[in-house]
């Protein structure tokens, strides 16, 4: 096989944004748009991507240089999840092969969605087919979430699960709790205000305030992940009244940190 | 003497709205617009009452009759205050004994600076002046605070104390604490939103709400009531930029609320 295609899903956090990356638990889930990637081994060492849905076409780099050098912003998360891929099963990489990839995404990547996280999540799903490593969901969790911290130096990991595992996760940081919750879809309208903020920039600014007011900060953090558990409870239970009203609280527990 | 005039500051929460209901302390000032009052000793033992800025013009009932039957929106607080100080005060009723009053205020009863309580507070304090009953300012305000909680049912009293001692205040529910802040003036925009609540309505909607969520309601007063220790040391070292960012939190606070 030298051509496989997978998609994964973009995610949408429902609950425990941004304390998350403090440890606490969130909800997150997977929604009906996908990321798609056409993935193809080929007989040059060289790395091809074409992501138009990020303006990356025609990109080109020999595989020996993976990683290093400017690379295009709507190119870092896939080259460095090869990287990755082949640094962590060096017995897959054979010489002279090369990656082309095509990602192509029913979503826009301004949404908010991960479509970083989903396109990462792609690649190594594909690479593990493609060079028969085969590897289960939690070892491509590993890599991806890897990958997003190599890039981003920060991140919880929560996107990349939704990418991975599907449906409707609660989460806890880098993978150390993902369980999926056994409920078939939920009644969500989702509205889009069509701002989207650079997570990191966001999380080193709530880091400002903490150093100033680390017992209100902290405390934040632990009443989000109290939310977060009885919201569990309540999807578990189908009681979306509560879990609405859950949301509300935890809305204006980030508009305290300013997210 | 059988006419008097006497003024009294309209209010502006700073810190601690509404968890000051449940015993949280608040940070109150008092603005630099007033209420005004002219209270007559007359020779018939009737109330008059005029308060144009709140539609009561030519209001009259004989002394006998205070607090009893239907008593327009407008009155109810300055009916109630004569009432329950001649309750209180009886020896000060002298008999065919009448008071006349007119209010009017720099601000509109709309703007949420407490015109209810400050002219209750006037009325209490021309009162106590005119028939000599001379009461010190913390009687004033318990029987200020008695005839709101009269008249509402609930109430911590951080406005009627706002109109009786002026400045800036550090208070708990019912007078509890009242410690006024050695501060000249506060650097304060204050803008208007142009809605004006019913403080009861939402009372009772968060006491709903705290039925189904007790320990998140618990937490978030009590997260109030810290970030009002702070502010108000913040305030007495001048440090505004620090209950700037205190008032955020807060914001955030009574938004999870639904305040």
């Keep these: 096989m030298t051509k496989i295609i997978v998609s994964a899903p973009g995610k949408l956090m429902l609950l ?4 998350v990356v403090y440890g606490q ?21 060289v790395f091809q ?34 990287k990755n891929f082949f640094n962590r099963h060096p017995g897959r990489l054979v010489k ?57 130096g920060k991140g919880s990991g929560f996107d990349v699960a939704a990418a991975v595992f599907g449906g409707t996760l609660y989460f806890i940081k880098g993978g150390k709790v993902i369980e999926p919750l056994n409920i078939d879809s939920l009644p969500l309208i989702i509205g889009y205000t069509g701002i989207k903020f650079d997570t990191v920039a966001l999380i080193n600014e709530v880091a400002k305030k903490a150093e100033k007011y680390p017992e209100v900060i902290d405390n934040i953090y632990q ?6 558990e009885q919201a569990k409870k309540a ?25």
């Design 16 to 19: 425990g944004e941004h304390a």
């Design 25 to 45: 638990p969130c909800l997150v889930t997977a929604v009906g748009q996908r990321m798609k990637a056409t993935v193809e081994l080929t007989d040059e060492a």
């Design 49 to 82: 991507l074409d992501a138009p849905d990020v303006k990356v076409e025609g990109y080109k780099k020999p595989m020996s240089e993976l990683g290093q050098g400017d690379i295009p912003k709507g190119a870092k998360f896939v080259e460095m999840a090869i």
């Design 96 to 152: 002279d092969l090369g990656v082309k990839i095509t990602t192509q995404s029913e979503f826009s990547s301004q949404f908010g969605f991960g479509s970083s996280s989903a396109s990462t999540v792609c690649v190594l799903k594909a690479l593990s087919e493609i060079t028969g490593a085969s590897l289960d969901n939690k070892s491509i969790f590993d890599l991806a979430f890897k990958t997003v911290i190599d890039i981003q």
């Design 223 to 228: 009443q989000i992940g109290k939310l977060v």
């Design 235 to 259: 999807i578990l239970s189908k009681d979306w009244a509560s879990v609405g009203e859950l949301m509300n609280f935890d809305e204006g527990y980030l508009a305290s940190l300013g997210v």
